[in-house]
């Protein structure tokens, strides 16, 4: 069973990482979050969950505004081919989430550590970080450098690549 908001925060907490949640109706694409702007601070994300040939799985969190060619990632991430969207229903059994509802905070559920997480560089020089918390009716604001705490403390690195354009 994929781990639940409350666990995430509990995770959080015996981390001693510090994040804020704010509530709101449901987020399906940037579009929709950038009507919240204003009312939280810091980088925006946008996830992309792909796939390469070889069933290699990778989470890739870029800021919302930020163009990726997906023609090309696959050389900068290390995927052993082009890439293309992974499927829903590995998503949810890798990172426990739905479409619309990917997020960095997902990797919490990669217990077998098959997804590869890259933070993109210019998402990385804000000092907080925006993402939904397991579900995409709210959003957690941590510190950039909790967020590699908290990826490091999940078992994965946190490679952070130049990926956007």
């Excluded at 979050?33 to 969950?49: D, M, P, V, Y």
């Excluded at 229903?89 to 905070?105: C, W």
């Excluded at 009716?137 to 450098?145: F, G, M």
Aim: negative net charge; charged residues 20%; without cysteine.
């Amino acid at each position: 069973m994929p781990k639940t908001e409350a666990e995430l925060f509990a995770f959080l907490a015996e981390l001693g990482i510090a994040a804020s949640t704010k509530r709101h109706p449901p987020l399906y694409t940037v579009a929709d979050s950038q009507a919240l702007r204003g009312e939280i601070a810091g980088g925006h994300t946008k996830n992309l969950f792909l796939k390469d040939k070889k069933d290699n799985f990778f989470l890739v969190t870029v800021g919302e505004d930020a163009v990726v060619d997906l023609k090309q990632i696959h050389q900068v991430i290390g995927a052993a081919s082009r890439v293309s969207f992974g499927k829903p229903e590995m998503l949810m059994e890798l990172l426990g989430v739905t479409p619309g509802a990917v997020t960095v905070f997902g990797i919490i559920n990669d217990t077998a550590n098959r997804v590869k997480l890259v933070l993109d560089k210019d998402l990385m020089e804000h000092a907080v970080i925006n993402g939904h918390p397991l579900t995409n009716e709210a959003t957690t604001s941590i510190a950039a450098t909790d967020l590699i705490r908290f990826v490091e403390a999940t078992g994965h690195d946190a490679a952070i690549l130049k990926v956007s354009a």
